[in-house]
């Protein structure tokens, strides 16, 4: 590099970028690889296996687009995997697949041999040929970078798990195909003229299965982490394929009417997700006090159970005890003492007060709180910036808690003992998580916190959460936290947020 001075300022003479520039526009390639194959068509494996070795490394969004020609599809593989050569052919590299111009039927795979295939992930797209008349059992199971695929007018069987794991596939069916349909931009893959759902693995958040839908396909759902919800409002549950229908779905739950839980929970192969059938939420009329939320329970409702609660809505009913005198004891032994015995999931989102009744009580007199172990879902009211100390102990039903988005602290013992809560999602406004916040929460597993700066967290606040615990921060802050004192003694389970699963 040479620097002169001239009379407008410094010049400066980037030689060794200049010649670097030269050579990269000679040979743009590093050890002699090239940025595109020399042909996209290719008539045997070995062909597209020797190309792709001599292209370099992409991405999936820039895959190499493969064409096979007069290829026998069924000679793929060997009985265990019947597409395990195929992907072995990729050489690590994202392919963009047509198979439009081959023959054959593609056949099974063993669900063990899924997490040995080489090369599964790399697959983008896939156009089958129009002779392909069958899909085997999980023939793209594990293909998680498979956002598209084109089944031909002459598919007819598509076996269970083909597509499980395949979490950001969209289906296409040609124009012919009387079998098979699609709905949602091709998120969810039909037949039976729409009565049977085959498959929907890019399902996330909460969905809804529509009465229309008859029969589920055996695997539809599984390998889909980022499904929360399900809900179904069918007065006979649809019939399941199988027990493996929402397989490996962590904490999934599954809304049904009311009326129809214990019908759901006791019908196999329904009862083997018993644990996570509950009932859709049918909020009501809001309540203005205490009072006539107590005699609405206690007249009106039935002895109910966890997945059954009754949704009750609370308006303009201040929840601090500060200066209220009368609820300075317990901040919410009134508010529990008013479910009479019934289990609740509580709206409190149009209720007033900075702070959910903080008491300074110690933890040996909660067990004189009636009612604390029926609150099952809350919504936290969108004024409060406090959770009190020990507001929440030892309420053992409460699964769900929705934070209003000004929050700013969590007290000491808030939700100690809360063992039925599985996630936390925090807002970014937080700076204090208290001593043994969420002690013992012992089926925790999810702590998703947005504040840009790691609040103030205290000792023994995650003591005793379930061994899978992780904690999922901004992409950008994970080093700040595993480097702020408190956090840090978590770095080794610290995620960035959008790689929450």
């Known amino acids: 590099m040479v620097t002169y001075k001239a009379k407008n300022g410094y010049v400066v003479l980037f030689y060794a970028i200049f010649l670097t520039v030269f050579i990269g526009c000679i040979n743009p390639s590093q050890d002699g690889l090239s940025d595109k194959l020399d042909t996209n068509n290719f008539s ?34 060997d009985n265990e995997d019947s597409l395990k050569e195929l992907f072995a052919a990729f050489q690590g590299r994202y392919v963009a697949l047509d198979l439009s111009a081959c023959t054959g039927t593609i056949g099974s795979a063993a669900s063990s041999a899924i997490n040995d295939r080489p090369d599964a992930d790399k697959l983008v797209s896939l156009t089958l040929g129009a002779s392909t008349a069958s899909i085997g059992s999980f023939a793209f199971a594990g293909c998680t970078s498979l956002v598209s695929i084109t089944l031909p007018a002459s598919m007819n069987t598509i076996s269970t798990g083909a597509f499980s794991g395949c979490v950001s596939l969209r289906f296409k069916v040609a124009e012919g195909n009387t079998v098979f349909s699609t709905d949602m931009e091709g998120q ?5 003229a729409g009565k049977t759902l085959v498959a929907w693995p890019s399902a996330t958040g909460t969905v809804k299965i529509s009465s229309a839908i008859t ?21 006979t549950p649809p019939v399941l394929g199988g027990v493996h229908v929402f397989e490996n779905i962590p904490d999934l739950q599954i809304r049904v009417p009311r009326e129809k839980v214990l019908i759901y929970k006791t019908t196999a192969p329904w009862n083997a997700y018993k644990d996570s059938i509950a009932c859709i939420p049918d909020w009501s009329a809001p309540f203005t006090d205490l009072a006539s939320l107590s005699v609405w329970l206690d007249d009106n409702k039935s002895q109910n159970d966890r997945w059954t609660p009754y949704y009750a809505v609370l308006k303009n009913v201040s929840l601090s005890n500060r200066g209220t005198g009368e609820m300075l004891e317990d901040g919410l032994r009134k508010l529990y003492e008013a ?41 936290l009211p969108e004024s409060s910036t406090s959770v009190g100390i020990y507001n929440f102990y030892d309420c053992t039903s409460l699964e769900s808690v929705l934070f209003p988005p000004g929050l700013k602290q969590i007290n000491k013992h808030a939700f100690n003992h809360c ?3 599985k996630e936390v999602t925090l807002p970014a406004t937080l700076k204090l998580i208290g001593a043994y916040a969420f002690k013992d929460c012992i089926q925790l597993k999810r702590f998703i916190v947005h504040a840009e700066v790691p609040p103030a967290l205290q000792g023994g606040a995650f003591s005793g959460v379930n061994d899978e615990f992780t904690i999922y921060v901004p992409t950008d802050k994970v080093e700040a936290y595993k480097a702020t004192t408190g956090w840090k003694d978590f770095a080794g389970i610290i995620r960035a947020i959008e790689d929450e699963d």
């Open 44 to 77: 045997s494996l070995d062909s597209l296996k020797n190309s792709l070795a001599n292209v370099v490394q992409n991405t999936a969004k820039n895959p190499y687009s493969v064409t096979l020609i007069d290829v026998d599809i069924a000679t793929f593989g």
């Open 188 to 192: 969810r893959l039909l037949r039976d």
């Open 215 to 235: 029969e589920i396909q055996d695997y539809a759902f599984s390998d889909s982490p980022l499904l929360r919800e399900l809900t179904l409002d069918h007065e």
């Open 339 to 379: 479910f009479h015995g019934k289990y609740i999931a509580l709206d409190m989102d149009a209720c007033s007060g900075a702070t959910i009744g903080f008491s300074d009580l110690y933890d040996q007199t909660f067990s004189d709180r009636p009612n604390r172990d029926m609150l099952v879902q809350v919504i």
């Open 419 to 421: 063992i039925s809560l």
